[in-house]
């Protein structure tokens, strides 16, 4: 057994073609880097750690998690390889087995939901020492999407008052302007956001209120220009949901 941990945070279970995992199966998997780097976990037993790298990187790419347990930057997902299936004469197991699949999962992912509670504890910390704006968006976790991407829905009324009213909305009202001025598509569910780890949507119900909340934002910083981009896109979304809800009663 393995687990590959994506850089969204998504985890997928892996396992070997045979009994344990060959040197093409690990060249395959990372076949898009130039080097492919390994290390051993400390802190889950009988765990091999394996990885690509190349010279140059995307930001986009950045994983946070894999980089925080393997205490470098690391910008591809990271394969963890339970010790039984790796081949012995690699000679890199320990010496010991101490752990069999399921427990060796169950340890795994409680490490990997440790960590990201620290950085998500130490994150707070740090913008509230830097005096930035702690009114951060909420959002509720879906589950995976087919390319390994993380699914959140926004929802309005889950936002603290404090987020409408300070530059978190701004800065989230920008992202959401960006995003459906140069990669939004009409279809039946409306994304607001999107990039190589994240997608996010809002239901039909929703979709009015954050419009408007977004326009006020912007009419208040005269920024006339994107409000009708912005009622554009708007129009277009609910033309084309009206003409599908009455295809639906013919």
């Known amino acids: 057994m393995a687990i590959l941990l994506y850089p969204s945070g998504i985890t997928e279970m892996f396992e070997p073609k ?3 995992f060959t040197d093409q199966e ?7 880097y130039t080097f492919i780097k390994t290390a051993r976990l400390q802190e889950v037993p009988n765990t091999w750690c394996v990885w690509g790298q ?8 950045f994983n946070k998690l894999g980089s925080d347990i393997l205490l470098e930057n690391v910008y591809c997902a990271v394969l963890f390889i339970h010790d039984t299936q790796i081949d012995p004469a690699w000679t890199l197991t320990d010496n010991v087995i101490y752990k069999g699949y399921e ?3 169950e340890d795994l992912l409680r490490f990997f939901d440790h960590i990201a509670d620290n950085v998500l504890i130490m994150s707070q910390k740090t913008r509230e020492q830097q005096g930035k704006e702690t009114n951060l968006i909420f959002l509720n976790a879906i589950g995976p999407t087919v390319d390994k991407r993380v699914l959140f829905e926004f929802d309005p009324n889950k936002q603290s008052k404090e987020f409408y009213n300070d530059n978190s909305f701004v800065n989230f009202a920008d992202k959401v302007i960006e995003f459906l001025k140069n990669d939004y598509k009409i279809q039946d569910t409306f994304y607001i956001y999107h990039d190589k780890k994240t997608l996010i949507f809002i239901r039909d119900e929703h979709v009015g209120f954050l419009i408007d909340s977004i326009i006020s934002a912007l009419e208040i910083k005269e920024r006339y220009e994107s409000c009708q981009e912005l009622k554009y896109v708007y129009e277009q979304w609910k033309k084309y949901k009206q003409n599908k809800n009455k295809k639906r009663r013919k």
């Open 103 to 105: 427990q060796f999962k």
């Open 26 to 32: 690990l060249l395959d998997i990372f076949k898009d």
């Open 18 to 20: 045979e009994l344990v």
């Open 54 to 61: 190349n010279k140059t990187y995307d930001e986009g790419d």
